[in-house]
Structures are given as C-alpha cells and as structure tokens.
C-alpha cells in the first residue's frame, strides 16, 4: 500500500507552465510503476503519464512533447511538469502507484486525492 498526496495545482494562463507533486509519506515506491491521470468535469478519467521504476516513460498523445514526469525516489516524489498547457488541459490531475501499471486507472492500486488545475484562455 502507498499513500500519496498531490500538490502543486492552480489556476494559470495559456501557454504557462505549472509542476505537479505526488508525495508517498516516507514510504518507498521505487518498485512501483507511478501514473498521472486527469479528469475534467463531467468526463471519464483520461490517462496523462507513467514512469517505471527504471525509469521509462509513457504520455498520452495529447500532453506528448509538452508535460514530462519524473521520480524522485530519495524523496519519494514524482513529478509532473506541465508546459505550454491549454484550456482542454483543465482537469482534476490525480497520480497513482501500480504492480503492472499501465494506460487503465484499473491497473493501478493506489490513488491520491486530487489537486486542480485549471488553464485560462
């Protein structure tokens, strides 16, 4: 079980730049692949990101080339930087922690609680 808690969220205007926390409380997470997802309003929760624990990386083609993420393991921390966000970027971000990891909130175990952000036009 990890527990993690997201920081980081606000409101910003098109084009800026913003960084996403995630937090696991003292607990090691270096054997868990780590995941961002986003959820807007009225819609089903959309997969952003993951990171393995060797690193590797995934993005969803919407934020690819824009938003990268990153552990910290030493800090038990990953991150997730965002630039050049959009309007449609406006969600509740929400990170999570899985075995097997995956595009599939369902492949993963532990969730965060959420942190806003909200992109002007």
């Known amino acids: 079980q990890v527990q993690l808690v997201e920081s980081g969220g606000g409101l910003v205007q098109a084009g800026d730049s913003l960084r996403l926390s995630c937090a696991a409380s003292?607990?090691?997470?270096?054997?868990?692949?780590m995941g961002w997802f986003r959820q807007a309003p009225g819609k089903e929760r959309e997969f952003v990101a993951f990171?393995?624990?060797?690193?590797?990386?995934y993005y969803a083609n919407s934020v690819k080339g824009r938003f990268t993420i990153s552990r910290d393991n030493a800090k038990n921390t990953v991150y997730l930087q965002m630039n050049s966000l959009k309007p449609e970027d406006t969600a509740v971000y929400s990170c999570?922690?899985?075995?097997?990891?995956?595009?599939?909130?369902?492949?993963?175990?532990?969730w965060g609680q959420g942190t806003q952000v909200t992109v002007s036009s």
């Open positions: 990171i393995t624990w060797n690193g590797s990386t």
């Open positions: 999570a922690a899985g075995v097997t990891g995956g595009v599939r909130p369902r492949q993963y175990d532990d």
């Open positions: 003292g607990r090691t997470f270096s054997n868990y692949v």
